[in-house]
Structures are given as C-alpha cells and as structure tokens.
C-alpha cells in the first residue's frame, strides 16, 4: 500500500519570504501522481499544485513550485513570496493510475500547518 | 456549475443514533469516494465508486454503507453511529479518465456524536 509522510506538523514564514514545505512517499509502482492541496479554515480543500510522475519537468504555479525527485520519492512544495492568504494547512496526497484496485484513490500525508506572520 | 454538493454541513447526533449524509455531482463523474478527517489529521478514504450499482471498500470502511444508484447520487450511511465517527466527511468525485486532474471535493460535512 501507499504511503505518504510530512514530517513537518507546523511551519512558520515570514510574509514575503520562502518557505519549504516536505513530503515524502512510498511506492512501487512507476506511474502516478501528486498534488498539494490546501485547506483553509473554511475546510475546502483546494488544488495547489500537480505534478504527473512520467514527467522530469517540476512543475510551477505561479509562487508555487515543487522539487520532484522520483528516485528518492520525494515530492516539496516551496511557496515564495509568501503572502498571509496562503496560511493554510497543506497536504500531500499521492494517486494511482486508473485500473487494478486503486480505481485512482488519494491517499494522503497528515498534513502541515503553515502559519504566515505580517 | 454546483460541482460536489454535501448535505448537511453540520449535524449532531447521540451515540446509536443513524444518518445518511448526502453527496451530489452534476460533472457526470463516473468516480465518487467518502473520505473523514480527523482533528488535525489528513484525509483517509472510507469507501469510493466507480460507476453507478459499483462500490468497494477504502480504508476505514467499518460503521458505514454506501449505495450508488444513480451516477450523480452517493450517499454514505451511519448505522449506529459512535463516538469515534466524530469527524469531518468529504465528497469528492473525478473522471476515471483523467487522474491528472484534482478530485472535485464538496465543502465537507462536520459530524459529532455525543
């Protein structure tokens, strides 16, 4: 089975700065995907960022950028110039391809708190 | 566009009491799943369907059923509900497809049992 740790229960930035949020994963299979999704205190759960494992490319959004290394399956979302919106609990979450017995399932990590102070 | 639609969003219920939470897309996604969040913790999956009359079994699936009968349609059942059901439930739905793409979740369901 998959497995998805961040090993970061809380981190802290300062507004404009850059901040490194971790995510590690365990997995046989070769093809998958990833995304950060953050959840406000409004409880939605919000698409930051995906990342398809066939390509090499880190893929950005804007202030939001990940540092994907296949091999040591790993997978950071690194936020820059950070703003007090993005305060936020961030998850990682990993998902299969369609077929098998995963029919595409997230599983996600237990989340990291990113408090942003002004 | 309503996307992923949870009825209620809040509910309290006494402890051997029974519920059904309600979730609805209108993307006419063939894939829909139930995940709970605990305080402070990520989401984990309880059961999840791959077409209408399909179900199987997530994660913590023990103390709830699920039915899927139509394809927009997948409500989630507590039987006897109990203390530890206390948590938030989400909706999400996709297109077997495109798992590229992000699940569309519904804005979660906050359930305590007393």
Known sequence: AQTVTQSQPEMSVQEAETVTLSCT?????????????????????????????????????????????KAAKSFSLKISDSQLGDAAMYFCAYRTPAGGTSYGKLTFGQGTILTVHP | NAGVTQTPK?????????????????????????????????????????GAGITDKGEV??????????????????????????????????????LNQPQHFGDGTRLSIL
Request: with cysteine.
């Open chain 2, 61 to 98: 699936p023990n103390g709830y059923n699920v039915s899927r009968s139509t394809t927009e349609d997948f409500p989630l059942r507590l039987e006897l509900a109990a203390p530890s059901q206390t948590s938030v439930y989400f909706c999400a739905s996709s297109y077997w497809t495109a």
């Open chain 1, 25 to 69: 994963y365990d997995t046989s299979e070769s093809d998958y995907y990833l995304f950060w999704y953050k959840q406000p205190p409004s409880r939605q759960m919000i698409l930051v960022i995906r990342q398809e494992a066939y390509k090499q490319q880190n893929a950005t959004e804007n202030r939001f950028s990940v540092n994907f290394q």
């Open chain 2, 10 to 50: 809040f509910r309290i219920l006494k402890i051997g009491q029974s519920m059904t939470l309600q979730c609805t897309q209108d993307m006419n996604h063939n894939y829909m799943y139930w995940y709970r969040q605990d305080p402070g913790m990520g989401l984990k999956l309880i059961y999840y369907s791959v």
